[in-house]
């Protein structure tokens, strides 16, 4: 499903370059779900963001489902993200001037779905918001903001699943709310998940799990 | 284009983004860009036709043909055969006499049928009686006078008058003459006859000083025709007037009004785009996020553009829509200001100045606002994971430069005047440029200020400190907005003080001729006696310059293009008049003896004259030599007597004089003046009271159109301040949340917001009032033609409106800091 081979990510720093990822290969199959952990600044983010195609590698390539990352460009991208790919962020990203309902709609309507209010409702209901569905952001609780983002992820059916930090802006019981609400539905609909926490809890809920160090990332058995 | 519906679609956009607040600054700049520019160009092109149909009306034609001898027949012929409507007119002085051997000396007037062909000739039966609009021109046999006529020649309606041998019976009233106030003014008050009876009368031999004038009227196109064919054939004491370049006398105050509005209008345009630009940025900037979320979902570099692109566009119409409606009404209500003073039927508002209106919103969206926004398609997606990724802003200089050449050619479009346009832009980048080092100047001496006193002083002297570059943009947009106004309220100021200083109230409307020099006295003691306004009394003789350099000049009313003998009054003065300016040579000392000249600047043109010249002048019947010492320029439009040639006293000492003077003589006592001619029977009295209550009443409407126009800039410069104070909002009301979570007091919050922005706004209040009073000196020494005095008042009020506008906008746009619990700031933000 994604295939990682030999990673180099580095950046300009003042008169130097910093090297944040150090050829890096792996492999998730498909309907896998795998947990990178490490601590800040460890380069997990770096790495989410070059595995989603956000960002561009400074050697090495992604391919995800078999098309290499590394030939297309940003539009292309963007199109293979709005087909294939969903996206579970730490500060929800939901945006501030679209309801509950159009939050989710976005993503099927980047992507062609037909009948996007209906799918959007279907899977607010799933996620317990039926009754907020037109309501902003602003007004949601923290919980209920990252289970509008868990709709919008599943709702455009992707074949991979980011999750960057999903719980790290929630409380405990929150928090745990959220994790049972993303396995369970990641199982049901047979997505890949690809999850980067610092949580060695919600990585253990994972079937691989990575840790990623000094730029450099291990399976841990 | 699938995106133009549901989540994504441009309205849904716009609608939601409403309550950000920049959208509505964006339409509303937008919509005041085109009112003012739809309104500034309906009533410019108004005012030009208007112009052109008032110096028609005053000429009584299109064009006219202005002759000593009377107009050759051909002449008419060749207008008859071009589809040119034509009439002749003829004016002389005469003595009018009565049955019972009254005399009078009046000023007549012959004319034909079809007189006058622009314009309306009023009359009326009874000497004050109801005005009859009349079709018609006195019959043969019959005359008709104006209403002081018959209680000065004792004759009423139906009684008989002799015009030299001409006997004719009196049938109507003259109320109005469309161009009584044109070219020579009457010596003596009117008669109108019919030009049919002039040979019975006598009065006109070869020779005679008499005014022949040829009406014409019809389309351009054949009176251009006629003009081309005509001119060469005109010869001594014939010209041609209404073409191109003739203006009424109201047509330099319009000149100047029409200057002040176009200035005033591009610098509301330069307004509204920065409030444009300011919007813009903040509102890409609101949207940086969103755009990231977007693009992280799918959404294609194109889709943004598109969405954002369209947004704009539906803007842009919104605005538009709004400016064309509002500006119409701009437009419409300063014609109906002028339309009725200048008694013509205005054009219908053409569809140019809309077109010019959408140009305009198309430029400064398209210049302005859509930089920014179209960046945000380059927004890369990774920002959802790292928020320091900021838009790539690398071009925004090149913004900068694309937009003031932007603006302007736009202002080129509208003036048609590259030097003003110039110089506007000039002027405003030298105040962007020195402003910002003076800002960061002074918000470096801030920082030293800042940490030797108290905690809300510190705090906010950090926040403008911390924020350098920004706040010193913010000052100098700012200091540009309150320039803009100040430099507006100051001319507008100078426009109106000089017209009224032009024509104070009780300006003379009525000159004295011929006073004798023995009725002096007498004169004074009448004015005295009914209490009447009066102007020192100037000697005056009448002379002749016969020759210049020791060439002899060509005589009078001989055909020649050569310089000709000129006839003037002269008079003499040991002191240059007021309203007079030296523009060569210099004026003489009190003590001279010497022979010298002072000659009126074109006057001497004509004459072919310059310092230096000598010249021989001809009083009487003797002829003397005086060198040209100086030569003046006369402001003609005062309506104070003024003089071609003016000599030292001692020059005109032996020779015979009469003495001028002016008087002011109010409405109301006008029959006043019969009493004048009654007791002064040699004197003659030239009445310009038409001519200075039309100018009078044009200057009110030009003030009042002014004001119309300083309230849409003041409303324009209200924007950028709105749009320039919210640039910062954001970044403050984080600032401040932050600091609350901390404990800091709600006291503190604001006092330290309110001191912030006093700052900034006591900054740029002193920055603006030098720029207001550099820009001052230029656009009125160098464009208006006014006299330029330092504004001293605008000091104060510059630096004070400064920190009362800045401060109240600040505190205004933070206020939900302090109403809103940080928890909920902080995560809007």
Redesign the interface.
């Known amino acids: 499903m994604i295939k990682v081979s030999d990673l180099f990510k580095s950046v300009p720093v003042g008169e130097g370059i910093l090297e944040i990822l150090k050829g890096i290969s792996f492999e998730i199959k498909s309907g896998e779900s795998a947990a990178i952990v490490g601590v800040s600044g460890s380069g997990k983010?770096t790495l989410?963001?070059l595995l989603?195609g956000?960002?561009t590698a400074t050697a090495g390539d992604v391919v995800i489902d078999g098309v290499s990352l590394a030939g297309l460009n940003?539009?292309k991208r963007?199109?293979?993200?709005?087909?294939k790919?969903g996206?579970v962020?730490q500060n929800f990203?939901?945006?501030?001037?679209?309801t509950a309902l159009?939050?989710v709609?976005?993503?099927l309507?980047?992507?062609?779905a037909e009948s996007?209010a209906d799918k959007a409702t279907e899977f607010l209901q799933k996620v317990g918001l039926a009754d907020r569905l037109m309501h902003y952001p602003?007004t949601l609780s923290g919980g209920e903001q990252q289970r509008v983002a868990i709709a919008?992820a599943f709702a455009?059916e992707p074949m991979l699943l980011f999750a960057?930090e999903p719980t790290g802006n929630l409380d405990g019981d929150t928090a745990e709310k959220i994790i049972e609400l993303v396995f369970s539905l990641n199982t049901s609909a047979g997505t890949t998940l690809i999850l980067v926490t610092h949580d060695q809890r919600l990585a253990a809920r994972c079937q691989r799990r990575f840790a990623m160090e000094n730029g450099h990332l291990s399976e841990v058995q | 284009m699938r995106y133009r519906t549901g989540t994504l679609s441009p309205w849904l956009l716009l609608k939601r983004d409403w309550r950000g607040g920049e959208l509505g600054i964006l339409i509303l700049a937008s919509a005041l860009a085109v009112t003012v520019v739809v309104g500034m160009s309906a009533f410019v092109a108004s005012l030009q036709a208007t112009l052109t149909d008032e110096s028609k009306r005053f000429l009584a034609a299109d064009r006219v043909v202005v002759s000593d001898s009377r107009p050759d027949d051909q002449w008419r012929e060749q207008a008859t055969g071009l589809g040119l409507a034509s009439a002749n007119t003829l004016a002389f002085p005469s003595m009018a006499v009565t049955a019972t051997d009254i005399f009078q000396l009046v000023s007549v007037k012959a004319v034909e049928t079809g007189y006058p062909l622009k314009g309306d000739l009023l009359i009326s039966e009874a000497p004050y009686g109801p005005i009859e609009r009349s079709g018609d021109v006195p019959p043969p046999g019959e005359i008709w006078l104006a209403p002081r006529l018959y209680s000065l020649l004792e004759v009423a309606l139906g009684d008989s008058l002799w015009i030299g041998d001409a006997k004719l019976t009196i049938t109507g009233t003259v109320r109005r003459e469309p161009d009584a106030t044109s070219g020579t003014y009457g010596y003596g008050p009117r008669v109108l006859m019919n030009l049919a009876d002039i040979d019975a009368t006598g009065v006109v031999q070869p020779g005679s000083r008499v005014s022949w004038r040829l009406l014409l009227s019809g389309n351009e196109g054949a009176l251009d025709n006629f003009t081309q064919w005509l001119e060469p054939q005109l010869g001594q004491g014939q010209r041609l007037l209404g073409a191109e370049g003739d203006q009424p006398r109201v047509g330099r105050t319009l000149e100047r009004a029409q200057g002040f509005l176009l200035i005033a209008g591009s610098l509301a345009v330069v307004l509204a785009a920065s409030a444009i630009a300011l919007a813009a940025r903040r509102f890409a900037e609101r949207h940086t996020d969103s755009v990231a979320i977007m693009k992280s979902l799918g959404a294609a570099q194109s889709a943004i553009s598109q969405l954002y692109g369209t947004s704009l566009f539906l803007v842009g119409l919104i605005g538009s829509a709004i400016g064309c409606a509002l500006g119409w009404l701009v437009g419409y209500f300063f014609l109906s200001l002028f339309g009725e003073e200048l008694g013509v039927t205005q054009p219908a508002l053409s569809l140019a100045p809309f077109v010019i209106g959408g140009v305009t919103a198309l430029v400064c969206l398209g210049f302005f606002a859509w930089p920014p926004l179209a960046r945000l398609s380059a927004i890369a997606p990774l920002r959802v994971l790292r928020s320091d990724i900021k838009i790539d802003s690398d071009h925004s200089r090149l913004d900068y430069v694309m937009g003031i050449a932007a603006v302007s050619v736009l202002m080129w479009w509208y003036s048609s005047d590259l030097a003003l346009t110039l110089a506007v832009m000039a002027g405003l980048l030298i105040v962007v440029i020195a402003g910002m080092g003076f800002a960061l100047l002074l918000l470096s001496g801030g920082r030293t200020i800042g940490s030797s006193v108290g905690s809300i002083w510190r705090f906010s002297l950090a926040g403008l400190q911390r924020r350098r570059r920004a706040s010193a943009l913010q000052m100098v947009i700012f200091a540009i907005a309150i320039m803009l106004m100040l430099v507006l309220v100051i001319i507008r100021g100078a426009l109106v003080d000089q017209w009224q200083a032009q024509l104070p109230p009780g300006t003379p409307n009525h000159y004295v001729l011929n006073i004798a020099p023995e009725e002096q006295d007498a004169l004074t003691a009448f004015f005295d006696q009914y209490q009447l306004a009066r102007q020192p009394q100037f000697p005056m003789t009448r002379g002749r310059v016969m020759s210049v350099g020791g060439e002899a000049l060509a005589e009078y009313g001989t055909e020649s293009d050569a310089p000709r003998q000129r006839e003037a009054n002269f008079t003499y003065a040991w002191d240059l008049p007021e309203d007079n300016e030296l523009v060569a040579g210099e004026w003489w000392s009190t003590d001279t003896e010497n022979y010298e000249v002072s000659l009126e600047k074109e006057f001497a043109e004509r004459l072919g004259a310059t310092v230096g010249s000598t010249l021989v002048l001809r009083i009487g019947s003797e002829e003397l030599e005086a060198a040209v010492t100086s030569i003046r320029q006369v402001d003609w439009q005062s309506l104070k007597p003024n003089f071609f040639v003016i000599v030292p006293p001692p020059v005109l000492a032996p020779f015979p004089k009469t003495f001028f003077t002016s008087f002011f003589l109010p409405e109301e006592q006008k029959s006043l003046l019969n009493d004048v001619v009654k007791a002064f029977p040699t004197m003659t009295i030239i009445e310009l009271d038409i001519v200075v209550s039309e100018i009078r009443q044009i200057m009110s409407r030009v003030a009042q159109a002014i004001e119309v126009v300083l309230g849409v800039i003041l409303l324009a410069g209200g924007l950028v301040l709105i749009a320039g104070v919210r640039a910062s909002v954001d970044a403050r009301v984080k600032e401040s949340a932050l600091l609350r979570a901390m404990g800091a007091s709600k006291g503190l919050i604001l006092g330290a917001i309110t001191f912030e922005f006093s700052v900034l706004g006591a900054l740029a209040g002193c920055m603006a009032i030098v720029g207001a009073e550099v820009a001052a000196w230029g656009l009125q020494t160098q464009v208006l033609d006014l006299r330029y005095v330092p504004t001293v008042w605008v000091w104060p009020v510059g630096i004070l409106a400064g920190v009362v506008i800045i401060a109240s906008l600040g505190l205004w746009s933070c206020r939900h800091v302090v109403s809103t619990p940080p928890v909920v700031v902080l995560r809007e933000l």
Do not use: I
């Open positions: 983010s989410l963001g989603a956000l960002d940003e539009d963007a199109a293979l993200r709005a087909e790919v996206f962020f990203q939901l945006l501030p001037a679209l159009e939050n709609m976005l993503p309507e980047l992507s062609g996007p602003a919008r455009a960057d």
